[in-house]
T-cell receptor
Framework: GAVVSQHPSRVICKSGTSVKIECRSLDFQATTMFWYRQFPKQSLMLMATSNEGSKATYEQGVEKDKFLINHASLTLSTLTVTSAHPEDSSFYIC?????????????FGPGTRLTVL | EDQVTQSPEALRLQEGESSSLNCSYTVSGLRGLFWYRQDPGKGPEFLFTLYSAGEEKEKERLKATLTKKESFLHITAPKPEDSATYLCAVRDSNSGYALNFGKGTSLLVTP
């Protein structure tokens, strides 16, 4: 299967600061990447779809100005949590769409645990 | 509204005790049903893609099947290392390439 990495794996920050999370597809090009959020013992909730070279598409209820997404290349998407607050603490997971199969498949990164103090 | 429902929420098996996990779905037009395994604190690991009713996929002790309304993940003679949360997700004709996930089944296999 395809490999997707995320960095950092864990971050602790103070309330009011911004945090950037990187998602990379290591062995394939991904024109589409996705960002999910997962609360303890809950399933994954899609936050936004990131398309290379264009603006991200956000799910209903997700603040665009709060969660900035940039997909500047075919292997990298970034999620920036701006002015983070304790309620933003969560497990953030990205996935990348691998178009080489039929149907195409999303491969997930290992996740980033964000703790806002 | 599209829905994905997994059952049971949690399952405890003894090593070697075979069982099945269920994923029922209602979508406007299925474009793929996906099974993932997730270990605590990790991202989901891809297992299978099923595309059309009647399709079956196998990998080691796991076998996934698909009908028009549901999918089963059969676990044959499980081992403790099969303990994980198993997630089902669907893609439909209205959602582009986004996946709609069920809440998962937490599987514990005891020695």
């Amino acid at each position: 299967g395809a490999v997707v990495s995320q960095h950092p794996s864990r971050v602790i920050c103070k309330s009011g600061t911004s945090v950037k999370i990187e998602c990379r597809s290591l062995d394939f090009q991904a024109t589409t990447m996705f960002w999910y959020r997962q609360f303890p013992k809950q399933s994954l909730m899609l936050m936004a779809t990131s398309n290379e070279g264009s603006k991200a598409t956000y799910e209903q209820g997700v603040e665009k100005d709060k969660f900035l997404i940039n997909h500047a290349s075919l292997t990298l998407s970034t999620l920036t949590v701006t002015s983070a607050h304790p309620e933003d603490s969560s497990f953030y997971i990205c996935s990348a769409r691998d178009r080489r199969g039929v149907p195409d498949t999303q491969y997930f990164g290992p996740g980033t645990r964000l703790t806002v103090l | 509204e599209d829905q994905v429902t997994q059952s049971p929420e949690a399952l405890r098996l003894q090593e070697g005790e075979s069982s099945s996990l269920n994923c029922s779905y209602t979508v406007s037009g299925l474009r793929g049903l996906f099974w993932y395994r997730q270990d605590p604190g990790k991202g989901p690991e891809f297992l299978f893609t099923l595309y059309s009713a009647g399709e079956e996929k196998e990998k080691e002790r796991l076998k996934a099947t698909l009908t028009k309304k549901e999918s089963f993940l059969h676990i044959t003679a499980p081992k403790p290392e099969d303990s994980a949360t198993y997630l089902c997700a669907v893609r439909d004709s209205n959602s582009g390439y986004a996946l709609n996930f069920g809440k998962g089944t937490s599987l514990l296999v005891t020695p």
